[in-house]
């Protein structure tokens, strides 16, 4: 991918964590991770999922691992993105962020979800810490009360949400496979007469390649989700689950890359 003019953020898989051993068996992986991109001189970060990281068990363990792997990161010039899951999660994902970010760590960023009622609000009160933050949709399943349930709605959630990060003068990650959205990113990445470096664009490996290949082209920066790990299985099943057409861009382009391989 580096080669193709993109760059990477690598997910250890494992969000099914049920000990503390467990967690820091996760944490283990991040820094491998962590040597071997240095090592090979990758362009990548990572992304972290608190609950691998065992938040579900207890909130000072999380946030020590955390640190570990963000602090380790720094010291070889990397960068965490601390992901976000359901809205069980939210305050305590934003919380720790906002902790991480008031101990001077600059090396880390967070996710927001458009389809969150709350979103704006959370834009808002992060505006002061100016943030990295990667804007998606979501995908888990919420109640009408804490989430849009309107396709409709939840694109204009976007927009608006979009708006308002470029308008902070943060970083952002424009994180959508939805081509009118993606017009929408360009026209505002426009609009703000954003640098190149202000903003990037973020997809899935695997999940239709060529609108990626065409930002590249437009002289965007674009950056590839690699999910990594031995819990892949449980990953792809979840993925089936939430988005069943996702979930089939990525088996085919899996099975193109294997018929490729072996007809090499």
Not at 7 to 24: N, P, S, Y
Not at 30 to 46: H, M, N
Not at 125 to 144: F, H, N, Q, T, W
Not at 229 to 238: D, T
Request: proline share 3%; aromatic share 6%; hydrophobic share 40%.
């Amino acid at each position: 991918m580096n080669a193709e003019g993109k760059v990477a953020t690598i997910d250890v898989l494992g969000e099914e964590i049920t000990t503390e051993e467990e967690a820091a068996a996760i944490v283990r992986a991040y820094l491998d991770v962590f040597a071997d991109i240095e090592r090979c001189g990758l362009d990548s970060g990572v992304s972290v999922k608190l609950t691998a990281l065992g938040l579900n068990l207890d909130y000072d363990v999380c946030r020590a691992n955390l640190r570990t792997v963000v602090e380790d990161a720094a010291s070889r010039g990397n960068f965490v993105r601390i992901d976000m899951e359901d809205s069980s999660t939210t305050d305590d994902t934003l919380h720790l962020y906002r902790e991480l970010r008031e101990e001077g760590h600059d090396n880390v960023g967070v996710v927001l979800q458009a389809m969150l009622r709350r979103t704006a609000d959370d834009i808002a009160g992060l505006a002061d810490l100016r943030p990295s933050v990667r804007l998606c949709k979501g995908i888990y399943v919420e109640p009408p009360e804490l989430a849009y349930q309107d396709f409709g709605e939840v694109r204009a959630s976007y927009v608006r949400a979009l708006d308002a990060l470029l308008a902070a003068g943060g970083h952002v990650g424009i994180a959508t496979h939805d081509e009118w959205l993606l017009d929408e990113g360009r026209r505002l990445v426009a609009e703000h007469e954003l640098a190149p470096d202000a903003y990037e664009f973020q997809m899935l490996l695997g999940v239709r390649p060529e609108l990626g290949t065409d930002l590249v082209r437009e002289g965007h920066r674009l950056r590839i989700y690699v999910p990594f790990g031995r819990h892949w299985y449980e990953y792809s099943l979840r993925r089936l689950q939430e988005n069943p057409k996702l979930a089939g861009y990525i088996a085919a382009d899996t099975l193109g890359r294997l018929i490729g391989r072996n007809g090499a």
